[in-house]
């Protein structure tokens, strides 16, 4: 059974453009063999909350796809041998449904 997941991918901020998209590209070619790849979102370049490897800027990456249970792991081996990834993390996505936003009461007076 397949299930959706996201995974977050910091890449290291120091890496040029063209880098960045083949280290991307690299992500994208193995979802596509291993998972049912769906998309890749970038967020951007970000400061880091705290330095990792000596780093204070990544860039973040959301990759959307759909795979069996272990595709997950077999991304983190994946990633884990990569030098220019910072830090990762994948979850199963949980698609739910939105809820109205709560109103406020009205505070009209009725006569």
Known sequence: MKRPYESIVIFDGTLSEDAISGESGKIQEFLSKNAQFESTVVWGKRHLA???KK?????????LYQGEGNVAAKLDK????????LRHLSVVRVDRPVKPAITAPSTEVQA
């Open 78 to 85: 994946f990633l884990k041998l990569n030098e220019s990834v």
């Open 50 to 52: 705290y330095s990792i």
């Open 55 to 63: 780093k204070k800027v990544g860039i973040y990456h959301l990759f």
